[in-house]
Each structure stands twice: as structure tokens, then as C-alpha cells.
């Protein structure tokens, strides 16, 4: 994971930060990814990114979702992108402006 062009990016939106500390717990205790970054993007909303291999980042996800689940109606919603082009890197708020973990 040198570089973080070709490396999965996993995100989960959240209504409240409740729901997203508990997706980010999930994701990293699932698998080995990075939390990379965590906003705040209005109205009550959080999204929470994750970067690692592919397999990883879905596994995250997916317990991500289900752990935001469990304490509410929260989850908005949750996506992975399996590898970004390098074009979509400058569009990501990570290290733009973003609330950083």
C-alpha cells in the first residue's frame, strides 16, 4: 500500500456521529484497512473512509453497515470503489479540507 492510486476506498454515510463511530470501529476491527478520513458534511450527516485491498475494504464495509444498523437508523449509505482513478482522487475531501482521523 505504498501508493493510494489502486487501493480500495470504502465510504459509509451516516445520519448522526453515533452511527459513525460505530461503522469506523466495525470497519477496522473487520479487516486490515486504514480509516483515512471521517466528515462532517451537514445537516447531521458523517461519511467515513477506509483504504486497503480490495477483499479488505468490502469486508469492512459490509460489517461497517451492519454495525451502524444495529444502533439506529443511521446508515444512509455505503459504497465501495475497488480502484479509484487517479482523476477521482482530487474530487476525495481526504486531505482537502476534510476532518481527518
Do not use: Q, W
Amino acid at each position: 500500500m505504498s501508493t493510494e492510486y489502486g487501493i480500495a476506498l470504502g465510504m459509509i454515510e451516516t445520519r448522526g456521529l453515533v452511527p459513525a463511530i460505530e461503522a469506523a470501529d466495525a470497519m477496522t476491527k473487520a479487516a486490515e484497512v486504514r480509516l483515512v478520513s471521517r466528515e462532517f458534511v451537514g445537516g447531521g450527516y458523517v461519511t467515513v473512509m477506509v483504504r486497503g485491498e480490495t477483499g479488505a475494504v468490502n469486508a469492512a464495509v459490509r460489517a461497517g453497515a451492519d454495525a451502524c444498523e444495529r444502533v439506529g437508523d443511521g446508515l444512509v449509505a455505503a459504497h465501495i470503489i475497488a480502484r479509484p482513478h487517479k482523476e477521482v482522487e482530487p474530487v476525495l475531501t481526504i486531505g482537502n479540507g476534510a476532518t481527518r482521523s
